[in-house]
């Protein structure tokens, strides 16, 4: 079991910046691939970013590719995810999610239903 907790959300201003974490415990975390989705009431969940489990390999929703940067500090069981001009559009809730891989593994995923455990979410609005 592996529990995920977001932090970081906030009001930014169009523009702005924020930088989301997401701490994990329970497991080892180097052990699991990582990934941000985001979810706004009455729609799909959203893919929006995902991350190896070394943090070498790294992949990008065409939405947020050249404003977000997703990155990983596996000595702090720490996933982040760098939000840089921030639009209104991207105000929602925030998940971070975790799925187990293999040690050999450096592939990432970009599909909600791939992943093992989630996070409960952190609320990001950005005001125009």
């Known amino acids: 079991q592996v529990q995920l907790v977001e932090s970081g959300g906030g009001l930014a201003q169009a523009g702005g910046s924020l930088r989301l974490s997401c701490a994990a415990s329970?497991?080892?975390?180097?052990?699991?691939?990582m990934g941000w989705f985001r979810q706004a009431p009455g729609k799909e969940r959203e893919f929006v970013a995902a991350?190896?489990?070394?943090?070498?390999?790294?992949y990008y929703a065409e939405s947020v590719k050249g404003r977000f940067t997703i990155s990983r500090d596996n000595a702090k069981n720490t996933v982040y995810l760098q939000m840089n001009s921030l639009k209104p559009e991207d105000t929602t809730v925030y998940y971070c999610?975790?799925?187990?891989?293999?040690?050999?593994?450096?592939?990432?995923?970009?599909?909600?239903?791939?992943?093992?455990?989630w996070g409960q979410g952190t609320q990001v609005t950005v005001s125009s």
């Open positions: 999610a975790a799925k187990s891989v293999p040690p050999y593994s450096g592939t990432y995923y970009y599909r909600d239903y791939q992943y093992d455990y």
């Open positions: 329970g497991r080892t975390f180097s052990n699991y691939a």
């Open positions: 991350i190896s489990r070394s943090g070498g390999i790294t």
